[in-house]
């Protein structure tokens, strides 16, 4: 499903509605290129779940976890343009930091793409004027709660 996202304001507005259908397990993967706006909605996300302070983008570290009670469930929150290779998202203990959290996932393709797992929401964002498009499509576990 295709949604517009003329503003940062409905970036905020999904980013919110994925919040509070979001579980543990779960993969929220964000693709798109450069400047697509996969922080901004992460961020949205990461605030939706509770988070009352700046959110760092992890393109440098690459992970960082945020736990209860800061958020709602264990999260963590990814970008993997820095992986070389796929196998590297194991080398860094991704499974691990996983446990009992839900996963945003920036550049998902470079940790080897998560649409397999049913509890993947993945969403493609495209320019469209000033604004953007994101195509929307959940895995099995996501029947009925899709979030828009
Ligand atoms: N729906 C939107 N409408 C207008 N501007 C937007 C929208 N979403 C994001 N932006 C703007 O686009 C710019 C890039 O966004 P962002 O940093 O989230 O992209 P990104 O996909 O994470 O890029 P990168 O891969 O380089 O990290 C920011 O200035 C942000 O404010
Ligand atoms: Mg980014």
């Known amino acids: ?14 980013g919110r509605a994925i919040a509070a259908a979001l579980r543990p397990g779960d993969v929220v993967a964000l693709s798109g290129g450069l ?18 302070s700046e959110v760092p983008s992890p393109s440098f570290a690459i992970i960082e976890v945020y736990d209860p009670p800061a958020v709602r469930l264990p999260l963590v929150h990814a970008d993997f343009y820095r992986l070389k290779h796929p196998d ?22 470079h940790a080897g793409g998560f649409a397999h797992e049913p509890g993947c929401l993945s969403i493609a964002l495209e320019s469209a004027g000033e604004g953007r498009i994101a195509i929307v499509e959940g895995g099995a576990d ?6 828009v």
């Not at 203990?93 to 393709?109: H, Q, V």
């Open 142 to 147: 996501w029947l009925g709660r899709m979030p």
């Open 88 to 109: 590297e998202a194991q080398e860094i203990g991704l499974d691990d930091y996983r446990e009992g959290a839900a996963l945003i996932a920036e550049w998902p393709d």
């Open 35 to 52: 400047g697509a706006g996969k922080t901004t909605l992460a961020r949205a996300i990461v605030a939706g779940l509770g988070y009352r």
């Open 1 to 14: 499903m295709s949604i517009p996202l003329p503003d940062l304001a409905a970036m905020d507005r999904l």
